[in-house]
């Protein structure tokens, strides 16, 4: 008999299988990435980690979304990734659930804009476009073509700008700038 492979939120004990799965489908280096000093310091959203598990090979999608601030006007925005499914499981749909299942629980939450940074032709299928270059800084290196953004309440891209952070750097840094 097959089982279908099981959608649910991402639970305590799972953290060391989703760690897995990133090494896995990231490769070791993954750290090294700007999208993790993004995520430096933060926890992810509740309730808008979400794992994929079937019967075979047990965890087989990851899916997270961060909190970030954005400019000294700490405007709030989140972002989507890590994404990943087991080498096994790859171009099998898991992916894409995941991402249309995170986007729908984040947008019933309240949150008014995405921001990621990845393959464009990937997350342009669930309407992800690049961000006009300039307007959101991140910290460290990235390809302009990857940072991408998709908009859950309308024209929220428009007051988003300057250098995208963890909430608790900007937090940190408007904490020093402001008059004893
Ligand atoms: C990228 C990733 C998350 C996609 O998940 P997946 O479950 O393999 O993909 P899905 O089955 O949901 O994708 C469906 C479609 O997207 C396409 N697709 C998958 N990865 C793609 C990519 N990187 N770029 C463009 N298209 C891609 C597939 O070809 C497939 O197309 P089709 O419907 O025309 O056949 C997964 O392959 C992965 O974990 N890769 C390694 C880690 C990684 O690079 N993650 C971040 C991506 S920026």
Same mark, same amino acid.
């Given at each position: 008999m097959t089982v279908k492979p099981s959608l649910t939120e991402?639970?305590?004990a799972d953290g060391a299988a989703v760690e897995t799965l990133l090494d896995l489908s990231f490769g070791p280096s993954r750290r090294t990435?700007?999208?993790?000093?993004?995520? &430096?310091?933060?926890?992810?959203?509740?309730h808008l980690s979400l794992?994929?598990? &079937?019967? &075979?090979l047990g965890l087989v999608g990851a899916i997270s979304f961060w909190p970030l601030s954005v400019g000294p006007a700490e405007t709030p925005a989140i972002m989507l990734g890590p994404l990943a499914v087991h080498p096994g499981r790859q171009r099998m749909g898991i992916g894409l659930e995941l991402m249309r299942e995170g986007i729908a629980r984040a947008k019933a939450a309240g949150h008014g804009l995405i921001i990621l940074i990845g393959d464009a032709p990937y997350y342009a299928r669930e309407g992800f476009v690049q961000v006009p270059e300039g307007q959101i800084q991140v910290p460290g290196p990235v390809d302009p073509k990857r940072? =991408?953004?998709l908009e859950l309440i309308p024209r929220a891209l428009a007051k988003t700008m300057g250098?995208? =952070?963890p909430p608790w750097r900007w937090r940190e840094i408007n904490a020093l700038r402001a008059p004893t």
């Open positions: 991402q639970s305590a990435k700007t999208s993790y000093r993004l995520r &430096e310091g933060s926890s992810p959203l509740p794992v994929i598990r &079937e019967h &075979e940072l =991408l953004y250098l995208a =952070l």
